[in-house]
């Protein structure tokens, strides 16, 4: 048995109030989605800080994902199952390490050379 996996892509956007932007697929689903949580790194940094620029996106009919000029783009699958993009999932993975790592008991150099015989 084989699980059916949905591939709509996005058909239509239209930018409304700040961040937010009506996203048709093409299925037929809508959906409001604000994407300022989305617009995250170097490359976002102009468009989360020009909102002309924000809404400069346009359709990239082979992709059916929506993007910038600058070459910007967002998964059109992050935003139809309202997935975390990939950058935010390392970054989680990132800060439970550190926390992990401070919570780790910790030694000092002159514990660790006294340890080992240094």
Known sequence: MSSKIC???VQSIKPLEDFVVLVEFTDGKKREINLEPYLRGKVFE?????LSDF????????????????????D????????????????????VAQKEEADAPTISLSELEKEFGI
């Not at 102009?46 to 020009?50: D, E, F, S, T």
């Not at 346009?58 to 000029?69: N, Q, Y």
């Open 76 to 95: 059109p699958d992050v935003l139809y199952h309202n997935l975390k993009p990939a950058w935010a999932e390392d970054l989680l993975d990132l800060r």
């Open 46 to 50: 102009n468009i989360r800080q020009n």
């Open 7 to 9: 591939t709509a892509r």
């Open 55 to 74: 809404r400069a996106m346009r359709i990239d009919e082979r992709m059916g994902t929506m993007v910038w000029e600058n070459g910007a783009d967002i």
